[in-house]
């Protein structure tokens, strides 16, 4: 016979919006036009599905507009606006911060509050200067401002495919060979995670604190789970190393870091809308999949908003 408690927490389970974040990709070209046609709109106005927009999101589709080859940026990003009644996501050094810093762990705030503070803008007054964007096409001003933001990133990203370059080129030469399926059986990632995470989030966490990571990170190191986007963080940029070093099928992305970061926010949400087929799947498919996560195109996302309305 079924308890009321257990009842009761399926009835919850059923009666929570879905929780969803989108990766670009999946408003590329055509992906777009089925997105918008969707009744994802009827749904987020319902409260059926709880649609959320993360830093790294905003931060490539405002990026679209300073491409040789422009594409409909102010569109999706009125479109994400419009359906985006969950919330925005902090950066994830402001999270770090709550979690670590500030020691809130589990409780630390995630999202841009509703009225403005000393650290924090407000979601309403952000959503009204990316309206104010999406409806005239201008960021000019803005676009001047954020150019050394832009170059520190594109040169991380090309850091960080150097080093995957350098580990990859490691582990082929200690192997003598390319790694073989039965070097990724032998040494499954679950294996590297459990013997190298304490070690890995220690040497990070100068991200945090640069002044002071040593008790940050003993702090961390004795409750891993209790600063979860931190730990998800560590764990992306170990996958990275890992994808590296043994999947040399695979080619090295130079997007990495920002799709593992992107992945990050997953633990808060349920599913991620995202077309890419490449080292983010990969990355999801070990690190997320196994927690219950899902994973949909935006083809597949679309068929599925039809189920739910």
Request: with cysteine.
């Amino acid at each position: 016979m079924t308890s009321r408690s257990s009842r009761e927490r399926r009835g919850n389970a059923r009666s929570r919006p879905l929780r969803i974040i989108f990766d670009r990709s999946a408003f590329h070209e055509e992906r777009f036009d089925l997105l918008r046609k969707s009744r994802l709109r009827e749904l987020t106005a319902k409260g059926s599905v709880s649609a959320f927009l993360t830093p790294i999101f905003l931060n490539e589709t405002l990026a679209a507009y300073g491409a040789e080859r422009r594409v409909e940026w102010q569109q999706h990003l009125a479109y994400a606006l419009d359906v985006c009644n969950g919330g925005i996501f902090l950066e994830k050094t402001d999270i770090w911060r709550e979690e670590l810093v500030m020691g809130r762990g589990p409780l630390a705030r995630r999202l841009l509050p509703e009225k403005p503070s000393k650290r924090y803008d407000s979601r309403p007054r952000l959503v009204a200067r990316l309206r104010a964007a999406a409806e005239t096409g201008d960021l000019e001003r803005e676009w001047v401002e954020s150019q050394r933001e832009r170059d520190e990133d594109y040169q991380k990203s090309v850091n960080q495919k150097s080093i995957s370059k350098e580990i990859r080129a490691e582990a082929k030469a200690r192997l003598g060979a390319k790694p073989t399926q039965a070097d990724l059986a032998n040494y499954p990632f679950e294996r590297f995670r459990c013997t190298e995470m304490v070690r890995t989030g220690r040497h990070l966490m100068s991200l945090v604190a640069p002044h002071r990571p040593a008790p940050l990170a003993d702090q961390w190191a004795r409750a891993p789970e209790r600063f979860a986007f931190y730990t998800a963080f560590v764990e992306g940029f170990m996958y990275n190393g890992y994808h590296a070093a043994l999947e040399q099928r695979e080619n090295i992305d130079r997007n990495a870091q920002a799709d593992y970061e992107q992945l990050a926010y997953l633990q808060w949400a349920d599913l991620v809308v995202s077309n890419d087929t490449k080292f983010y799947t990969r990355a999801f498919d070990t690190l997320w999949k196994p927690r219950g996560k899902r994973l949909e195109s935006a083809e597949s996302f679309v068929a599925l908003i039809e189920r739910l309305a």
